[in-house]
């Protein structure tokens, strides 16, 4: 059974960073495509960054030059780097894997989510 559980979020202020970590059971971090997504209220659930099992990296333009995602396949587990927040990054983040090596920024392409973690910037 695979459970991927996500932890680091918090509140901080405009332009404060964070960093998440998800923790994966059940499912090698080297074997597939995993990613970072995000959902505010009202909002659809929109993909933020993924990294497939070669270390290739795709953003969201919403992101990119602020966020970093890695991989620790030793500790098995995904991060995701969060610098310069702003307010418009406030949302419920959730890691998400799938099985196959390509990776999508599709929330529909994952088979796998955590329960998520809470993300506040405030100005």
């Known amino acids: 059974q695979v459970q991927l559980v996500e932890s680091g979020g918090g509140s901080v202020q405009a332009g404060g960073f964070l960093r998440l970590s998800c923790l994966a059971s059940g499912y090698t971090t080297s074997s597939g495509c995993m990613g970072w997504f995000r959902q505010a209220p009202g909002k659809e659930r929109e993909g933020v960054a993924a990294?497939?099992?070669?270390?290739?990296?795709l953003y969201a333009d919403s992101v990119k030059g602020r966020f970093t995602i890695s991989k620790d396949n030793a500790k098995n587990t995904l991060n995701l780097q969060m610098n310069s927040l702003d307010p418009e990054d406030t949302a419920m983040y959730y890691c998400a894997a799938r099985n196959t090596r390509v990776c999508s920024l599709s929330p529909a392409a994952y088979s796998y989510w955590g329960q998520g973690t809470q993300v506040t910037s405030s100005s």
């Open positions: 990294i497939d099992s070669d270390g290739r990296k």
